[in-house]
């Protein structure tokens, strides 16, 4: 069962989703990649939604990825006394560390000492989802004195945004690494990691994952947005989470920061997801709104690797029909005929490097000869990842033999993964791609295709050889 349209589809599961008979659907609409939220469920919860996946797997016969999406810190006010409380515009409101003593109209309890310690004069604090803004007037290691800039009602724990500060914390939490290890340990292929500032937190997950999966930095702070360039060169993928990168930004903004953050990682050659409310209207209707479709065409004329169904697939009324929708409006996008003009004019010059190198050509060869497919022979994926960076017209295959690989490729765009056997030599890799492709019924005799590997055979990050196979 090999995939149609290029931009993949990520989607998450959760109560709406949780049997096999509707994961099984969601695969057969369009799904390639399943995020498990660690924000919400248990770890039984989870495995058991994994143990699905990977039995659907094996009955359909082709990989899925597994995204594992970590909480990260989450920054609340504490409990009032008696329930919510409204803030009044102009009215002075206090923030302390005192969690003992519940908030009333004039207070509330913070306890986060990060925030204090990196609050200034001027700075503002988001309560809500961004609905109440507090202008910070003097603060200290252990409490703020705010006024009120946009006022409403304020209950328990709601979430805490700090726009244009850095926080003193790290982005993995004791329940994140707990989480982390329980995921690496059930095999997930895909570590999303949230609350990303700067390009020490990916170096810092990275130092535990020791590459049993691929790293996907979610973008949701204007910090990140500051240190982007170092983000991309150290992470393996992005996520452009719109949600709360909507809620600390002006929404003006974010149009222009999705745009640059997908061109920063198609330079690279790096995955990227753009996330959050996409069809959110599907959550409760069984059509998206005109502007949400509007909204996935965008991102797929960008060239965006994947685009990802949050509560729509989770936990909304209609998660089967949120797919199928997002799968047809990828495909319609993809068979308009400017669908190519876009993605060649968003295309960048590759690298002066011989995995590059060998990607540009294999796209050159593809266009001057109109081959029938591509074949990326990879261990690690970078082959594929190389020749998905350049956009070709044709359909990519990733042959790997192992099948943690397979299921990365699951989320780049334009690649079917396959598994295939070791192989010994260039004959051998020539015969297994001619095999595969002709299985996958892609090609017919007489055509054309071009094949990519590494030599030595087996030796990850070594992409060197190009050659062009007919189908006989």
């Not at 020791?210 to 060169?233: F, M, N």
């Not at 809620?247 to 953050?261: F, G, H, L, N, S």
């Not at 497919?373 to 295959?397: C, D, H, Q």
């Amino acid at each position: 069962m090999q995939r149609l349209c290029n931009a993949k589809i990520v989607a998450t599961l959760g109560p709406a989703s949780a049997d096999r008979a509707t994961i099984e659907a969601l695969v057969k609409a369009g799904a390639d990649v399943f995020r498990l939220n660690f924000s919400h469920g248990t770890h039984a919860d989870h495995k058991a939604r994994l143990d699905t996946i990977r039995a659907i797997e094996g009955d359909l016969g082709r990989p899925i990825g597994v995204l594992l999406d970590l909480q990260g810190p989450k920054l609340r006010v504490g409990t009032f006394a008696n329930g919510p409380v409204k803030l009044v515009e102009g009215a002075k409101f206090r923030l302390d560390l005192d969690r003992e003593k519940p908030g009333d109209a004039a207070r509330a309890p913070l306890p986060h000492p990060e925030i204090f310690a990196a609050l200034t004069p001027g700075a503002e604090l988001l309560l809500d989802d961004g609905r109440l803004r507090l202008r910070v007037v003097t603060s200290g290691p252990d409490s703020a004195e705010t006024v009120v800039v946009n006022g409403g009602m304020l209950s328990d724990r709601k979430g805490v945004n700090v726009p244009g500060v850095v926080l003193p914390l790290s982005a993995l939490t004791a329940k994140d690494r707990a989480d982390l290890e329980y995921g690496l340990a059930l095999g997930v292929d895909w570590i999303a990691l949230s609350f990303v500032q700067r390009a020490s937190d990916i170096t810092e997950i990275k130092d535990i994952v020791r590459g049993r999966a691929g790293i996907v930095a979610k973008l949701e702070k204007p910090a990140a947005i500051e240190s982007l360039d170092a983000i991309l060169a150290e992470t393996d993928a992005v996520m452009v989470a719109r949600g709360d990168l909507g809620v600390e930004m002006p929404a003006e903004q974010v149009p222009a920061i999705q745009k640059r953050i997908v061109r920063g990682c198609r330079r690279l050659g790096k995955p990227v997801i753009v996330a959050t409310q996409m069809l959110e209207s599907m959550v409760a209707a069984p059509v998206p709104t005109r502007a949400e479709a509007s909204d996935v065409a965008t991102a797929i004329y960008d060239g965006a690797d994947a685009v990802m169904l949050s509560a729509e697939s989770a936990s909304g009324k209609y998660p089967v029909e949120s797919v199928a929708m997002m799968h047809a409006i990828i495909a319609q996008t993809e068979a308009d005929s400017y669908y190519r003009d876009a993605i060649d004019a968003g295309h960048t010059p590759s690298g002066k490097n011989v995995p590059d190198a060998i990607g540009w050509a294999a796209r050159s060869v593809a266009g001057l000869l109109d081959v029938a497919a591509m074949v990326a022979y990879t261990s690690s994926g970078a082959s594929a990842l190389r020749m998905a960076r350049e956009r070709p017209r044709a359909p990519i295959f990733g042959m790997t033999p192992k099948r943690a690989t397979a299921r990365r490729l699951a989320l780049v765009w334009g690649i079917s993964p396959v598994l295939c056997h070791d192989v010994m030599d260039v004959t051998e890799m020539t015969e297994v791609a001619v095999q595969a492709v002709r299985k996958l019924e892609y090609v017919q005799q007489g055509e054309s295709i071009v094949i990519a590997a590494g030599m030595p055979f087996g030796t990850a990050g070594t992409t060197n050889l190009l050659r062009i196979a007919q189908i006989d």
